[in-house]
């Protein structure tokens, strides 16, 4: 495959089984993400991993950052929480810290990291390791930044499910470039 049949056939995986990217395959993700577009070296990326034991851990700090706002939460629905990490053998919590600059507003830096994720994607994509970016309400859910101890300024930009595809092996959807392209000129 040339490198643009690659980046064209990207697509998720929603079921993803072990084994997790190893040590050298998580290298490239993380030098690939880093290899964004950076306004002012902001370095604004943050890549909290999670793995074997601790997905557990992310799955409790999930429940205890819902409850934290709806305490009432159903068994139901803390059960179905805690098991969330556990859809893949990592997960990857991406999030920037936003910095206070004359010339680089909030919007750009949470676009540099966003494009590191993308990055991180295609180079899971080019070694052939399943990903999914995933949000979600606690995507949004201050108790979660506490427990995972993030800086003041830091966000959440996605939950990065990686691992190996299981089943679904659906090719990417055909594109459709006309209605989102004008071009001017000739
Ligand atoms: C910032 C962001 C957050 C997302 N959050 C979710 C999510 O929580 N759940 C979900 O099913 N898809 C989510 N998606 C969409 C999937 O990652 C995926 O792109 C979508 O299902 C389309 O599939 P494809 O990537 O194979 O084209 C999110 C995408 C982005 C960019």
Not at 7 to 20: F, V
Not at 70 to 88: N, S, T
Request: a negative charge; glycine letters at 8%; proline letters at 6%.
């Amino acid at each position: 495959m040339t490198p643009i049949d690659l980046l064209l056939s990207r697509k998720s995986h929603n079921k993803l089984t072990s084994p997790a990217p190893d040590n050298d395959q998580l290298e490239i993700l993380f030098k690939a993400a880093l290899r964004a577009p950076d306004h002012a070296l902001l370095k604004p990326a943050r890549y909290r991993v999670f793995e074997g034991d601790s997905l557990a851990r992310l799955g409790d700090y999930f429940v205890t950052a819902a409850l934290n706002k709806e305490p009432e939460l159903p068994q139901e629905k803390q059960d179905k929480l805690r098991g969330k990490p556990l859809r893949a053998p990592m997960v990857i919590v991406a999030s920037a810290v936003l910095k206070e600059h004359s010339k680089v507003p909030e919007v750009e830096q949470i676009l540099s990291v966003g494009a590191g994720v993308q990055n991180m994607l295609m180079a899971a994509h080019f070694q052939g390791i399943g990903a999914m970016w995933r949000t979600g309400g606690m995507a949004y859910n201050e108790k979660l930044m506490e427990l995972l101890e993030f800086e003041a300024g830091e966000m959440i930009i996605g939950f990065i499910y990686l691992g190996t595809e299981e089943g679904n092996k659906r090719a990417a959807k055909p594109l459709e470039i006309e209605e989102f392209v004008t071009r001017f000129g000739e």
